[in-house]
């Protein structure tokens, strides 16, 4: 039994679009059990045809039409990163009615509200789990578990191959050049981990949060943002003794901005990424190593906090999977309503 076939382009098949290949091929039975969909990654575009890859049966292209103007595929998966081309890439597939799945932040932190706004007029899906915190859900969290509820305050640690970094400061005693490369070698930062260590990754992903949390847009150069660059071994080593750890810490709330009078109060968020020393009593001081931490405070619940694997092609290819499923879930209805219309 195959039940419906829903067909899957993949734009860039790096870690994370094998982790999804990967993560299909794991859980194909339970999905089609569930859910009656047998999903395929028929085509993935890459830039080197010859690399080697674990995606097997997967037709590879250089050419990103042969994607876009396939009328059979009907998500596309884009975890190819950076803002261009993928920008345009997937604001053509939205603008052809295709579901779109991203996993890539700076794209949505810089774009997203024009993307959702195509989506929406297209009556497609633009979905992104996989975007913020690697494989723990917290978008899908906010977006339904915590509807009946009202966030007032993101804190949280963002990004891996920084807290990876720090916390090798911390338990090896290493330098933060010495540390860098570690990340490097371990795999977990890229071989230009500019965006990484400056912050603006961490930053693109509170932009996202603060979108889903506030419903209130904040551009990402109204982010104050400080990186972990400036570190020196011999400053943790101090601070260690004092007993503190120095994590890279997002944070955003909602302000009331006042211009000239009450009457013409609006909202703001105040929104900034930079090192903080945290001691033991510090939640956030326990997520170590590329794990990521997320405590939302609430108006009805308090405080809830999230930890887990904010990185790695897996965990984030199995949060980008959950966002396939949940499109798959939609063109099932969407087909037996056209099958009984017909
Ligand atoms: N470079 C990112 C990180 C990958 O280290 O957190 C996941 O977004």
Request: aromatic share 4%; hydrophobic share 40%.
């Amino acid at each position: 039994m195959q039940g419906n076939i829903v067909k899957i382009g993949l734009l860039g098949c790096g870690n994370v679009g094998q982790g999804v290949v990967k993560g299909i091929e794991l859980h194909s039975n339970k999905i089609l059990c569930k859910l009656g969909v047998t999903l395929v990654v028929s085509k993935a575009l890459v830039q080197d045809i010859s690399k080697e890859r674990t995606i097997g049966g997967v037709v590879l292209t250089q050419q990103p039409q042969d994607i876009l103007d396939d009328p059979e595929i009907e998500v596309i998966v884009e975890v190819m990163g950076g803002e261009y081309p993928a920008y345009f890439y997937l604001k053509e597939a939205l603008a052809k009615g295709k579901h779109v799945v991203t996993a890539n932040k700076l794209l949505l932190a810089l774009h997203g509200t024009e993307l959702q706004a195509i989506a929406r007029r297209k009556g497609t899906c633009l979905l992104y789990e996989g975007s913020v915190l690697g494989g723990i859900p917290i978008l899908r969290t906010i977006q339904h578990g915590l509807a009946g509820d009202q966030v007032k305050r993101i804190r949280g640690i963002l990004n891996g191959t920084t807290n990876y970094i720090l916390t090798q400061m911390v338990e090896s005693g290493k330098g933060y050049e010495e540390a860098l490369q570690e990340a490097q070698e371990a795999g977990y930062a890229e071989s230009d981990p500019t965006m990484d260590v400056t912050g603006l990754d961490a930053a693109c992903k509170l932009v996202i949060l603060c979108r889903e949390c506030f419903e209130l847009e904040i551009p990402l150069e109204e982010v104050e943002i400080k990186g972990i660059q400036g570190l020196t071994g011999e400053e943790v080593a101090e601070q260690k003794r004092q007993g503190r750890v120095p994590k890279l810490v997002a944070e955003a709330s909602v302000v009331e901005k006042s211009s000239s009078g009450p009457e013409k109060r609006r909202e703001g968020i105040i929104a900034k990424v930079g090192v903080q020393w945290l001691s033991g009593e510090a939640i956030l001081s326990h997520v170590s190593g590329v794990d990521n931490g997320l405590s939302l405070e609430t108006q009805l619940a308090g405080e809830l906090f999230w930890k887990g694997p904010g990185a790695g092609g897996l965990a984030t290819g199995g949060a980008v999977l959950s966002d396939i499923v949940e499109i798959a879930k939609k063109v099932v209805i969407e087909r037996s309503i056209g099958n009984a219309a017909r």
